[in-house]
């Protein structure tokens, strides 16, 4: 999550970043105010979930992948972090509150606001099991960070990583065996372990920060983000067993949190232009590139979710 460009809101960031040392690799944290709810279409085509600051919120749209459709889901002063539901019913995500950020999820089709975690600190990064039964989250109550398993309906909570760097933001591969995560264990790099928790295995050995990963839904490959140079970022795919690395993005700016389109044929992206964070769309090759948003200081943080 990322946002705040007054000097006021940056000076709340940095005391709040201080205070409750937060998961999601260099995301902004803000504010707080009530959910009005939010009606939309129960999603049957092709949707992209994404956070915007168009209405003076950081808060939960939809999209379809051209660009259209908008439809404003949460009225909360902060959430992050969407992800679909396999069955595309609903959407969980992160909620900044007086204390603290949880998990929640809310029905794609608007209402069933349902709040899962209930912590002090920070809890990010939701990522649905393929089967729908279980959310993966970070959490900063096991300092600096760690994977967490949550029920999708808020019970067996279950630690996952106990390393005493962070592990962060995970995703499942498709047949729900594996959690990719990226971890600072080595620096800044993609790893995977079984869903339990074991056979943890490192897949990327660059001494640029990778983070950000996502499995493509045919199991095949991981896009990721990495830094490719001081400040700038770009979008990579690697086969699911960390060869065949293939950078996609040249920059000149910031492109992170990579979400693939259901037939795994395109990846959505945020980049950073000067003084806005918008969705682009490339092919899985790199070629095609379109921008998907404009207008607003900030859309980003795409998750894609279609009918299989």
């Not at 996952?160 to 594996?178: I, V």
Request: hydrophobic residues 30%; glycine residues 14%.
């Amino acid at each position: 999550m990322r946002g705040i460009t007054s000097l006021a809101g940056i000076a709340l960031l940095v005391t709040l970043t201080l205070s409750l040392g937060g998961c999601g690799g260099g995301g902004t944290k803000a504010s707080t105010t009530s959910d009005g709810g939010g009606a939309a279409v129960q999603a049957t085509v092709s949707q992209i979930a994404f956070i915007s600051l168009r209405d003076g919120y950081y808060s939960l749209y939809t999209m379809n992948p051209r660009g259209g459709g908008v439809t404003r889901l949460t009225f909360h002063r902060h959430d992050g972090d969407p992800a679909w539901s396999p069955d595309g019913q609903k959407i969980a995500f992160s909620r900044m509150g007086a204390v603290g950020w949880n998990i929640y999820t809310k029905d794609a089709a608007g209402g069933g606001l349902k709040r899962l975690t209930s912590s002090p600190v920070v809890d990010e990064d939701p990522a649905w099991s393929p089967d729908g039964q279980k959310i993966a989250f970070c959490s900063s109550r096991t300092a600096p960070n760690d994977i967490y398993t949550i029920n999708a309906d808020g019970g067996g909570l279950k630690r996952l990583t106990s390393n005493p760097a962070r592990d962060e933001q995970p995703a499942w591969s498709p047949d729900g065996q594996k959690i990719a995560f990226m971890s600072e264990r080595t620096g800044g790099d993609i790893y995977t372990m079984n869903a339990d928790g074991t056979g943890v295995k490192r897949l990327t050995f660059s001494p640029e920060h990778a983070w950000h990963p996502a499995w493509s839904p045919d199991g095949r490959s991981i896009a990721f983000a990495r830094g490719a140079t001081q400040g700038i970022d770009d979008i990579y795919t690697m086969n699911a067993d960390g060869t065949g690395v293939t950078r996609l993005t040249f920059g000149p700016f910031r492109n992170e949190d990579p979400a693939w389109s259901p037939d795994s044929t395109k990846i959505a992206f945020s980049s950073l232009s000067p003084g806005e964070w918008d969705i682009y769309v490339v092919n899985a090759d790199g070629t095609g590139l379109r921008r998907r948003t404009s207008g607003y200081p900030y859309n980003a943080e795409p998750s894609w979710w279609g009918p299989h």
